[in-house]
């Protein structure tokens, strides 16, 4: 493998995968398959530090693999594999736990914003999920994340786990620090029925997200009913940085198109809310639904995504048991 740049990422198999992921995360993985050596996981072991129905999960794990292929990625190009095949990541994630700070961990939003006001009653791998996530990148000395901009702060975790590894065990760039990637433009899509909140597979209302499955009439309907403004699209950010809904179908309509926000809001300003939603539908529709399609074939052959995974796990535990080799020798574990 190529020493350089070595990119990691993963995705929770909870469902189905939305535009927020696609552009977030998905789009990026596959830019950069092209560029550098990828490791792409399903992480089923973040998934259940909520609980899961065992079979849900089974298949929602060979789904999120379909995603990946449907979106572009090339299992002979990139490592595809899911999290808990590979047994190094629980192994280097308890090491990690013992490096951790449990004040790093108190100042983690993602774990506040999931727990709600009864943290009591939240799972102990919720809390310590950002440290599993370290392990995730580290195992692999992963020297790149693409994620959107959500898990920013959790990347910012690992670097410094990393680097208390690195100076506790006296061992300078052991680790690299890992750098996220994330989005210029749309690094953090929101919820079509709220602006102020991210586009998440967890919110009840399906109308707020744009799934990879949906169809072109439930592309339409969602776009249709999708808050926006009362008034005509104003003509400097200025003004729409105040209107979040508007801002946000701005955006998705600026990515997809491949047009500056600048552009976008020279094309439309002055023009009703109903205009710009016919258009961003039209742009969604042909990019998302084609996704769409690809997923319902692949899933109609189960034993090829098994395959992928199979193939992906041989090749991600085998730099994941050279490099714990190291770890263990560094932490003194015989
Ligand atoms: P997850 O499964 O919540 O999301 C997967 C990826 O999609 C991005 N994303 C978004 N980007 C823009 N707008 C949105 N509304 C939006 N919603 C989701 C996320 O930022 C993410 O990149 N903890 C991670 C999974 C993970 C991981 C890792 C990521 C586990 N280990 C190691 C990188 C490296 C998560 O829950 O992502």
Redesign the pocket.
Known sequence: MNKKKLV?????P?GNL?L??Y???LKNFVTLQDETDCIY?V?DL?AITTFQNPNELKKNVLETVASFVATGLNPDKSIIFNQSSVTGHSELAWILNCVSRIGWLNRMTQFKDKAGSDKEKASVGLYI?PN??AA??LLYKATH???????KQ?LELSRDIAQKFNKDFNCKDFFPLPEPLIPKN?????SLRDGTK????SEESDYSRINLRDEADDIIKKVKKAKSDSEQIPDNLKVLEQKPEALNLLNIYSEISKNSLDKVIKEMSGKEYSHLKTKLAELLISEITPIGKEIEKLLGDKSHLQQILKKGTEKANFIAEENLKNIREKVGLI
């Open positions: 990691f990422s993963g995705i929770q909870t939305h927020g992921n552009l977030g995360a996981c992480v973040h999920y599993l996530m995730d990148i994340v693409p994620v959107g901009a959500d898990q959790h749309v690094s953090r899509v929101m991210k586009m998440s597979k």
